[in-house]
C-alpha cells in the first residue's frame, strides 16, 4: 500500500473510535417525516418486532467481504420488520447516516417488488431470490481527479460537523405502485483486492399511478449481481495504473426514470 493509501485511511478513522457506519434512518417529503431504522448499537429486544420496525435487521456495523455471502443482499440477519414507509413514486427517499468513515468507491440504491399484503407482502420474501433493480448510483465525481485522489460521492456525502450524512434517491415517477424492498449499498474498496460491502434494507409502500417495471434483463439477485472476480472489486486503486483508469462496474442502470 503506497504512502498516500496509509495517510487516507488514518485521516478517515483518526477522529473516531467506532469504525464502519451504516444507514439509521430514511426520511421522506419536506418537511421530513422520519423513519427509525435499526441501531446495532441498541438492545436488540426494543428493536426487534417491534411493530414501527421498517429496516431489515442488521446486527453489526462490519462490512460483508465477498460478493458471494447470502447476507450480502439484505445484511445479516436481514430478518425484517413489519413496517412499511409510505412514499409517492418520484418523492425522494433520503438514507440518513450519522457517520460515514470510507471515501471511495460506488454507492447504488436498488429496488425489488414483493407480493400484495395477503401474500405476505415484504415480510414473507426471500431477498435472495428477489428480482433487484438499480435505480441510483455514484461512484467518482467526474472531474475531481482520478481514482485515489478525486473525490467521491461517498466521501462528499459525509458530514463532520456533526448533521448527519444525507443520501437522496428519487423513487421513479412512473414506477409501479406496490410493496417494494429498498436496499442502499456502500462499496468501499480503500483496501487493496479487499472489498467492503455496506448494505441495508427497508420495505417501502409506494403509491402512485404509476404502471412500469423495468425490463427483466435489468433484474439481478444477490448474490449473483457482481461477479467477485470483477476488475472493479479486485482492485487497488492506489497502485499507478489505477491512478490513470478505472473499470467501471457493469451493473446497467433501469430504463424508468
Ligand atoms: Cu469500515
Redesign the pocket.
Known amino acids: 500500500m503506497s504512502l498516500l493509501a496509509l495517510s487516507l485511511l488514518a485521516l478517515a478513522t483518526a477522529p473516531l473510535a467506532r469504525?464502519?457506519?451504516g444507514l439509521a434512518n430514511y426520511t421522506v417529503g419536506d418537511p421530513p417525516v422520519w423513519y427509525r431504522g435499526y441501531d446495532p448499537d441498541e438492545n436488540a429486544t426494543e428493536q426487534d418486532g417491534q411493530s414501527w420496525m421498517v429496516q431489515r435487521k442488521w446486527a453489526s456495523?462490519?462490512?460483508i467481504f465477498s460478493a458471494t455471502d447470502p447476507y450480502i443482499a439484505c445484511n445479516k440477519p436481514g430478518t425484517p420488520g413489519p413496517a412499511y414507509i409510505p412514499i409517492e413514486a418520484g418523492q425522494n427517499l433520503t438514507a440518513v447516516y450519522w457517520y460515514w468513515?470510507?471515501p471511495v468507491g460506488p454507492m447504488t440504491a436498488w429496488l425489488a417488488a414483493c407480493p400484495p399484503l395477503s401474500e405476505g407482502g415484504c415480510v414473507g420474501v426471500d431477498v435472495n431470490k428477489l428480482d433487484w433493480f438499480k435505480i441510483w448510483e455514484a461512484g467518482l465525481i467526474p472531474g475531481t481527479g482520478n481514482l485515489a485522489e478525486g473525490i467521491w460521492y461517498q466521501k462528499q456525502f459525509q458530514n463532520w460537523d456533526g448533521s448527519p450524512d444525507l443520501w437522496p434517491v428519487t423513487i421513479p415517477a412512473t414506477l409501479k405502485a406496490g410493496l417494494y424492498v429498498v436496499r442502499h449499498e456502500i462499496l468501499?474498496i480503500h483496501i487493496e483486492n479487499k472489498p467492503?460491502f455496506?448494505p441495508e434494507c427497508a420495505h417501502l409502500n409506494i403509491t402512485g399511478p404509476g404502471t412500469d417495471l423495468p425490463p427483466s434483463s435489468f433484474y439481478k439477485k444477490f448474490p449473483g449481481a457482481y461477479d467477485p472476480d470483477d476488475p472493479s472489486l479486485k482492485i487497488d486503486i492506489y497502485s499507478d495504473s489505477m491512478r490513470k483508469t478505472y473499470y467501471g462496474q457493469d451493473h446497467p442502470s433501469t430504463s424508468i426514470a
Open positions: 469504525a464502519h457506519g456495523i462490519d462490512p468513515l470510507h468501499s467492503q455496506y
